[in-house]
């Protein structure tokens, strides 16, 4: 690592330590949805009323209904539908994943063009682990998918802390190692602030690690085969991994690259755009 990114990196650590470091805060919209979805006797009308008060939101779940991955046979167009089609859990906890869409904002057209293209990942990301979860697991791919929309949410932070540190800025090299090494404690600290459950704060920590084995298939799992589906065809070095070897991709007990898949997987990355 270069001098400048292990100077900013030592003064973040630092300021994580001392709890100095200004953590973005949950959009209000995702605090109601969540406090909404707490309620085990909410009706489809509370909810739909909540999360249409964010006209844009609604706009994307009633998108996300109609993708094809859950086409139905008649076009949705309306909330109401949508979160029927959908179930509550599964509609809060897509909405509380796309909503985070609000804080990825920046002073700065360099930190802006940053965080769309962290952002445009995690959606990705969040589609494929989506699908993933959908065909080969038993587990809730509302909750994969929202592993895939927070596993990057640690950038966020070091690009606040660039944007009043315009040494880092003009130095991009610097400013990805800092990412790379940082992000996954700031996004497990910040995700702990925001109360999310334990398996999906430890998922920006370990789904890198690419030698993690956990007894059986789980979100961190996931997140991980979707993130490097992504990076394929790419020059980042996560594009050479042969991902049939790893532990998390074996325990899918599928040829991730049959033709039928890659074309279910690339249909996926676009799901939540």
Known sequence: MNKLAEKVQQALVKAIDNDDLVLPTLPEVALKIRQAAEDPDISISHLSKVIGRDTALSARLIKVVNSPLLRATQEVTDLHTAITRLGTNYSSNLAIGLVMEQIFH?????????????WRRSLEVAGVSYALCRRFSQ???DQAALGGLVHQIGVLPILTYAEDHYELLS???????????IHPVLGNKLLRVWDFPEMLANLPVQYLDLERDSAKLDYIDLVQIANLY?????????ANVPVSTLPS????????YSDALLTELDEARSMFY
């Open 139 to 141: 587990l809730k791919p």
């Open 106 to 118: 920046a002073r700065s057209e360099v930190v802006e063009l940053k965080m769309r293209e962290v």
């Open 171 to 181: 130095d991009p090299v610097s400013l990805n190692h800092v990412i790379d090494s």
């Open 230 to 238: 992504c990076h394929r065809g790419t020059g980042h070095p996560l």
């Open 249 to 256: 991709a074996r325990k899918l007990r599928t040829d991730l």
